[in-house]
Structure formats: C-alpha cells, structure tokens
C-alpha cells in the first residue's frame, strides 16, 4: 500500500493541498481526478519526493518518503518511473539514447547490455524501429510513449503519470490508456495516474480518487463513484456546466477558479 495522511501543501497563501489522505494498493491502477490547477502536479512532485510537503505523510512499503532527503531516496527513485506531463524527452538526443539516460546512469551496465534493453523497452510501447530518431521527428503521440519507454527503463515496480493523454488526439490517447492498463495487467506495474480525463479513468481504474478544493471530495471503484448521490461527484465526472461547482476567473489569479454556488 501507499498511505498519504493529512497531506497539506500551500504557494504563498493559496491552500493547494489542505488535508488530503487516502490510500492506493499495489498492482492497481489508481485515478486521481481534479480540475485544472487542482493541485495534482503538485500532489505528484510530492509523491516522488522531489517536492516536501508543509505538513503530512507518505508511506511506501516501510520507507516514509517525506522524511527522506538527497541520496535517502534513492531506494524509493530505483523503484518508481514517472511520465511527466511535458515530454521532458532531450532534443539533443536520439530516441534510444533518451531511453538509455536512465540506466547508464544508474547501472555499470555494459553498453550491449544497455541497447538490448532499450530494445525491450521500445518494443513494449510500440516503437522498435525508431531507435535512431530525434524526439523533434516524432508525433506527439510517439513522444510519449518513448517518455513512457525511458519511464521504463529501469523496471520499475510503480509508474506515477502526469496527465499521460492531454494533448493527445483521441485515438492517440486510448493508445496510450491501453498501455497503461497493459502495463498493469501483464506486468503487475502499480500505476497511479493523475489526470482530468474522467472516462479514461472510468476505463481503467481500479481505483479512482476525487480532489476538489485541496481535499479528496470522493473515492471509490469506477462503478462507485458513478453510482455516487453526491451532486458534486456527478457535476465531476458528467462535466456539465450548471450544477453545485460553479466556473468563473478569480480575481486573486485570474484561473478558473472553482466556487459552490
Ligand atoms: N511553484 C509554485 N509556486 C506558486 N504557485 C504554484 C506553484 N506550482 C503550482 N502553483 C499553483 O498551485 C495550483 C496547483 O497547481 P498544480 O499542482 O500544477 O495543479 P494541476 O496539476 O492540478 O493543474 C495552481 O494554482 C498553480 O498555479
Ligand atoms: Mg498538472
């Protein structure tokens, strides 16, 4: 299990995270939901230890990542890949040698050694036979999955996701959806995917979590939270205009702003 207690995050005077706590089972696929400037980058940065919280805890296995610093969390970084939400892929460098950063980096590994497994890599997200390319050649589509390839690369037991389809076209983005759930049911890859793509999530998830206003308003099964009597959750994941959470910029930071009307 991963267990975040009372997490509590805030930018100057803006609570972005006030309290969250919920948990997230290994070998699963957990969804967490929020809006626009929610605070789910922010809940991620925390998660991989590279952002420390104002208060509150999380748990993985028996290391306890917010009390780790530097080189501490090196154990946990072995163990978990991370898609970011802007590529994050280097220009300068062709598609295996992106792929290959991470474990030249991490491992003695013999060079053969290496373009074998990012072989491997690519060949899980689809990509064999573009090794030799430049990111800038390939799709957006393609950029992600060999952002997902390095993610990859060091066999990692948990994946977190930064919005893995925004941007996407929609056949694109159940491409990448599928490979999620692949990654989940052949390779046991516990994925936590933090997003504001609902059906994506109701597609997938085995789990799905609901931040609204620093909080988590809802968990759940898919089915659950479909199922919910709350008009919150039903605004949320019917996207509808007109309903209890009500759209307007606010004039504290000119963002959507989400208010109760
Ligand atoms: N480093 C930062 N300093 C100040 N404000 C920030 C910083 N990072 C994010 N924010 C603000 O915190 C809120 C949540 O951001 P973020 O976690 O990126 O949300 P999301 O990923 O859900 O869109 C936003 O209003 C954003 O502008
Ligand atoms: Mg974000």
Redesign the pocket.
């Known amino acids: 299990m991963i267990v975040i207690e009372d997490l509590r995050k805030n930018?100057?005077d803006?609570k972005?995270l006030d309290g969250v706590s919920f948990a997230m089972e290994r070998r699963k696929i957990t969804h967490i939901l929020?809006?626009?400037?929610?605070?789910?980058?922010?809940?991620l940065k925390v998660m991989i230890g590279a952002l420390k919280p104002d208060a509150g805890r999380i748990r993985y296995g028996d290391m306890e990542i917010t009390n780790l610093q530097g080189r501490q969390l090196d154990p946990y970084r072995k163990k978990i890949g991370m898609l970011f939400q802007h590529g994050a892929l280097i220009n300068s460098l062709t598609v295996a040698e992106n792929v290959g950063l991470p474990i030249r980096e991490h491992t003695g590994l013999d060079d053969n050694i290496v373009k074998i497994m990012v072989k491997m890599k690519l060949e899980m997200v689809g990509l064999r036979d573009f090794e030799e390319l430049y990111p800038a050649q390939l799709s957006g589509g393609m950029q992600k999955r060999v952002a997902l390839a390095r993610a990859l690369a060091l066999d990692p037991e948990l994946v977190y996701f930064d919005e893995p389809t925004s941007g996407l076209d929609p056949i694109v983005a159940s491409v990448i959806t599928k490979l999620i759930a692949d990654l989940n049911r052949l390779l046991g890859i516990t994925c936590i995917v933090?997003t504001h793509a609902v059906e994506e999530a109701m597609r997938i998830a085995d789990k799905i979590v609901i931040l609204y206003r620093g909080k988590v308003l809802a968990q759940g099964t898919p089915g659950e939270i479909r199922e919910s009597s709350d008009p919150l959750v039903q605004q949320f994941i019917t996207g509808n205009p007109d309903g209890p959470i009500s759209f307007r910029a606010s004039s504290k930071?000119y963002?959507e702003d989400l208010l109760i009307g």
């Open positions: 930018y100057g803006r972005v929020g809006t626009s400037g929610g605070g789910k980058s922010t809940l933090v930071d963002r």
